[in-house]
């Protein structure tokens, strides 16, 4: 079966037969759907890494971590059929490990009964400097070494852009400690970073 050849698929797909990226992961993911276990192979050594580099900027224990690929990988086997190649497989699959992770650590939290935190917004001011002398690689492990709960607020707020109020939902706390847990994130990374400066 040659994609690009079958206009059914094509037709009930909405695709554009130039788009040979496209085409090539519906190709992908129609062999997966059939249960082709090459393609499944493929379809896992394509985006594991993309995967693993979601999952470790909220959780840093090595097992952990292949747990819940292999949980996210099971539950995009489970929905391909429900993929509409409108939209990035990418950011389809992002959205399928986000949420994956959030159960995870919203079932893992160690403070299940948060208090109310009396919070005062206030800045956290990071020098422009420190952007450029630090390496990503750097910069992932601090954010790894944040306890818990403010690495997971830090992480959906930066990378995720939910609001506070998102992130209350999800993690069933309050905004106040939500906005709280991010500014300690904050605080902290910005004074493990500049123990990284030279003086």
Same mark, same amino acid.
């Given at each position: ?16 037969? %130039? !788009? ?12 997966? *759907? =059939?249960? !082709?276990?090459?393609?499944? %192979?493929?379809?896992? =050594? ?7 580099? &979601? ?7 090595? =097992? ?7 949980? *996210? ?24 490990? &986000? $949420? ?5 650590? %919203?079932? $893992? ?28 690689? =750097? ?13 997971? &607020? ?21 905004? $106040? ?8 994130? %904050? ?13």
């Amino acid at each position: 079966m040659y994609l690009a050849g079958n206009t059914d698929i094509i037709k009930k797909l909405g695709l554009d037969t %130039r !788009d040979t990226e496209t085409d090539s992961v519906v190709f992908l993911i129609q062999n997966c *759907i =059939e249960g !082709d276990l090459k393609a499944q %192979r493929l379809l896992y =050594e394509q985006y594991a890494p993309f995967l693993k580099g &979601v999952i470790v900027r909220y959780i840093s224990d090595t =097992e952990t971590v292949k747990d819940l690929l292999n949980d *996210i990988f099971s539950k995009i086997f489970i929905k391909l059929d429900k993929y509409k190649p409108t939209g990035a497989f990418k950011a389809w699959i992002r959205t399928i490990a &986000v $949420n994956t992770i959030i159960d995870h650590v %919203r079932k $893992n939290m160690k403070h299940k009964d948060t208090h109310y935190i009396d919070y005062t917004e206030q800045d956290v001011y990071v020098p422009d400097d420190i952007n450029g002398k630090i390496a990503y690689k =750097e910069l992932l492990q601090l954010i790894q070494d944040l306890p818990d709960t403010q690495k997971t &607020v830090f992480n959906l707020f930066v990378f995720e852009n939910l609001t506070h109020k998102e992130i209350s939902t999800l993690l069933t706390i309050t905004e $106040n400690n939500s906005r709280w847990y991010l500014s300690d994130a %904050r605080k902290r990374l910005k004074e493990k970073l500049e123990r990284l400066m030279p003086k």
